[in-house]
């Protein structure tokens, strides 16, 4: 069985194929490690870059419904600005954070 193995790696073509995939693997300054990384990476990167696309597309919509209607931008002032009438008091009501 040991004199088997010894045998394979005797051949140059094995020997040189066993050290070629070693340094590439450990000691390339681009081994597989990083390879492997910058992949995670770019996928984390293009599911970030879908939810972008998404908001965008939902905050692209929700300026034009405040540019073409005068109740939809009343509305959204009163929600965000806390703003008011002269003659109203406006209430803020704000979650307990447990």
Not at 30 to 45: P, Q, W
Request: hydrophobic letters at 45%; zero cysteines.
């Amino acid at each position: 069985m040991k004199r088997k193995i010894i045998r394979i790696f005797k051949n140059k073509f094995v020997l040189a194929t066993t050290i070629f995939l070693v340094w590439i693997t450990f000691f390339n300054p681009i081994d597989l490690f990083y390879i492997i990384g910058k992949r995670m990476e770019l996928s984390n990167m293009r599911s970030e870059l879908k939810v972008l696309v998404n908001e965008n597309e939902r905050i692209k919509k929700d300026l034009h419904e405040l540019s073409s209607n005068t109740a939809n931008l009343e509305k959204f002032a009163r929600e965000n600005f806390y703003m008011k009438r002269d003659n109203e008091e406006v209430y803020i009501f704000k979650e307990r954070v447990q």
